[in-house]
Every structure is written in C-alpha cells, then in structure tokens.
C-alpha cells in the first residue's frame, strides 16, 4: 500500500480501519523525551520502544524482553497524551512487527515517523519519514545487514577498522560514530571510549561524533 492509499480522511478526521486499530505489538514503554544522540538530537520526540530483538549485543542497556501487548488503539492513546508530533519507533527491534497499521493511523493523524533499527530487517519504502541504521555488524560480523539506505549511519565505535563501512556510508546521507558507553562500566572505562572516538573521528571527517548525551542528563 502506498503511503497516499493508507491515510484516509473524511474532512478533518481520521478514518481508521478496524483492523489496523486491533493491531498487536509488544510493547516495553511509551515516554516523552528529547533525542539524546545522532541527527536529531535535541528535538523532543515520542519513543516507543518494542519489545524483543534479533541479536544480543554486549553493551544494549534494554531489557526488551519484558513488555506488555497493547493494541494500536490503546498505544494511539497514550501517544496522543503528549503534545509532539514526532515518534521514533525503537526497541529491541521495531522491525520485528509490521508497522503498516501504526504507520497508517499515525500519518493520518500528522506525525513524523522514525526508525532505529540495527538494519537486519529491510524497511519497506514509504514505511518510514527517517532511516537510522545502527548496524552490529562490528560485533556479529556473520549478520547480514539487509537495510543498506537511509538518511542516518549510526555505528557504535569498539575498535573496529572504520573501511568496513565504506561502501555502506555511501547509501546514507549522514554518518555518525559513537563511543561504546555501558553504565555497569566505570568513568575510566567510558572516558577512554569517548576520547579513543574523538580522535578518530579527528583523523577520519567524513564522519560525525555522536554522543548519549540524554545518559548524561539521567533521561531515557
Ligand atoms: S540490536 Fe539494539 S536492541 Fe538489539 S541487542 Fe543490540 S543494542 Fe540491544
């Protein structure tokens, strides 16, 4: 369905399909906050963030595997609480879940929709106002990374040979890299990551330095 088919209006309102409103997802929480990191940081956004993932990695600080089901009508609901018309759907991996009913209800309504995914599940065209891509792939080398494009590259920096991305940067308007940060680990620890990244983002311009910096304000 094209995105033109998918929002359909009787004047002012909405006209929702039942079958989109009973839509299930997993869901770990719905929060308010501003963009901490990449491209957008500093705009406040909408976060719903799903439940389950595709990979394990060493340094996630999400427990997706605890979440409740909700029903598109009821997640509609408590988006609608907060006064901003920007969401990014994250997780876990949000694409997991078929978006096309969220994605009919929300654009139907004016929001703007965001994705971070760490790229393994390609994301259908029209689905989506803004791609970030943060592949794993430094750390699950086997994984095959099937989204390629988008409009942000988000890698997290561990050490590994920055050439690895050099045909992938080439499908992204913006590249970002991002120092490791794990909050079990000590300032030492997280200082060394964030200084060995701004060197080699020193050394290497065609990326951009990004920081959690809504970890350092205690937000989510
Ligand atoms: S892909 Fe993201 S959500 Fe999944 S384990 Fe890695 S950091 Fe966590």
Redesign the pocket.
């Given at each position: 369905m094209s995105v033109d088919e998918s929002c359909v209006r009787a004047g002012d309102k909405p006209v929702d399909n039942p079958t989109d409103l009973a839509a299930e997802y997993p869901i770990v929480e719905v929060f308010h906050s501003v963009q901490g990191e990449g491209y957008h940081a500093g705009i406040p956004h909408v976060f719903v963030r799903f439940g389950n993932?595709?990979?394990?990695?060493e340094?996630?600080?999400?427990d997706?595997l605890t979440f409740k089901t909700m029903n598109a009508i009821d997640l509609l609901g408590e988006i609608s609480n907060f006064d901003c018309k920007r969401i990014i759907f994250?997780?876990?991996?949000p694409m997991l879940q078929d978006l096309w009913p969220l994605h009919r209800l929300l654009k139907a309504r004016g929001y703007t929709l965001s994705v971070e995914t760490?790229g393994t599940i390609e994301v259908p065209e029209g689905l989506l106002d803004w791609i970030c891509v943060?592949p794993?792939d430094q750390m699950y080398p086997d994984v095959k990374l099937r989204q390629r494009t988008g409009d942000e590259l988000k890698c997290v920096f561990i050490g590994q040979d920055l050439s690895m991305y050099d045909e992938l940067r080439q499908g992204f308007k913006h590249n970002f890299l991002q120092p490791c940060y794990m909050e079990l680990e000590s300032v030492e620890w997280n200082g060394k990551n964030f200084a060995e990244t701004e060197a080699i983002v020193k050394q290497n311009p065609q990326w951009r330095l990004s920081l959690q910096t809504h970890k350092w304000m205690g937000v989510d």
């Amino acid at each position: 369905m094209s995105v033109d088919e998918s929002c359909v209006r009787a004047g002012d309102k909405p006209v929702d399909n039942p079958t989109d409103l009973a839509a299930e997802y997993p869901i770990v929480e719905v929060f308010h906050s501003v963009q901490g990191e990449g491209y957008h940081a500093g705009i406040p956004h909408v976060f719903v963030r799903f439940g389950n993932c595709n990979l394990r990695c060493e340094w996630c600080d999400t427990d997706f595997l605890t979440f409740k089901t909700m029903n598109a009508i009821d997640l509609l609901g408590e988006i609608s609480n907060f006064d901003c018309k920007r969401i990014i759907f994250t997780g876990g991996e949000p694409m997991l879940q078929d978006l096309w009913p969220l994605h009919r209800l929300l654009k139907a309504r004016g929001y703007t929709l965001s994705v971070e995914t760490n790229g393994t599940i390609e994301v259908p065209e029209g689905l989506l106002d803004w791609i970030c891509v943060s592949p794993k792939d430094q750390m699950y080398p086997d994984v095959k990374l099937r989204q390629r494009t988008g409009d942000e590259l988000k890698c997290v920096f561990i050490g590994q040979d920055l050439s690895m991305y050099d045909e992938l940067r080439q499908g992204f308007k913006h590249n970002f890299l991002q120092p490791c940060y794990m909050e079990l680990e000590s300032v030492e620890w997280n200082g060394k990551n964030f200084a060995e990244t701004e060197a080699i983002v020193k050394q290497n311009p065609q990326w951009r330095l990004s920081l959690q910096t809504h970890k350092w304000m205690g937000v989510d």
